[in-house]
């Protein structure tokens, strides 16, 4: 069963969504706690945790391989039961971070590898954990659309080689649409990370075409007389 994640960092959101038993988790990234008016990004983040025991996810900042080790340990003390350590699959130089994902790995801290792309760079992950400590994948499927490639095969081919991996899950991230969810249950993908907005639209599934088409043809009077058009 795929499960739903919200990706947010406004802890009003947090709060309300927390509620939801549809939203069994939460992910975070430097630009969301940006966004939320956050200024001190440790202090903010330990916020949130006071309003969840879902899993959530923070991600490291640094870009090097030493102090990206430092921020993902002390991320993971925070709270040992609920919060992965993200860290992005390449550095902003190019470099793969597989000694930062082995070492934290070994540290038995739980993980969140992100800005995945494609089956190549989850089988180099896969080859630097174990099969023990849990480790999240997030392929991001969404920018992959919007750069004109199609992100499915890249899923179907990243389940397949973490299948022996009873400890990793394969995530779709940068959700654009509510049908992704529809997809992301095809494919027996274990996480769908989703914004609150299409959340809302996923807890609506179910109208018929009938009501569609009313709810869009009155949308569309509603406006014209909002705005007292005449021809």
Known sequence: ??????????IK?????NKKKIVKGFTTNPSL?????????QDY???????????????????NKIEMIKQGIKIS????SNVYV?????????YFMGSVIKSLNKKKIKLNITAVYNSKQVEKILQNINKKTSVIISIFAGRMADAGKDPLPEFKKSLKLAKSFK???ILWASTREAYNYIQAKELNCHIITVPPKIIEQIEKFGKSYKNLTLDTVKGFLRDSNKSKFSI
């Open 1 to 10: 069963m795929t499960q739903i994640f919200c990706d947010i960092a406004d």
């Open 13 to 17: 959101l947090i709060k309300k969504f």
């Open 33 to 41: 706690i940006r966004k939320a008016g956050a200024k001190n990004y």
């Open 45 to 63: 983040c330990k916020k949130i945790i006071k309003f969840t025991k879902k899993p959530i996810s923070f991600e490291v900042f640094a870009d």
């Open 77 to 80: 003390k925070w709270s040992n």
């Open 86 to 94: 993200k860290v992005p699959v390449l550095n902003s130089k190019g």
């Open 167 to 169: 400890n990793v899950k």
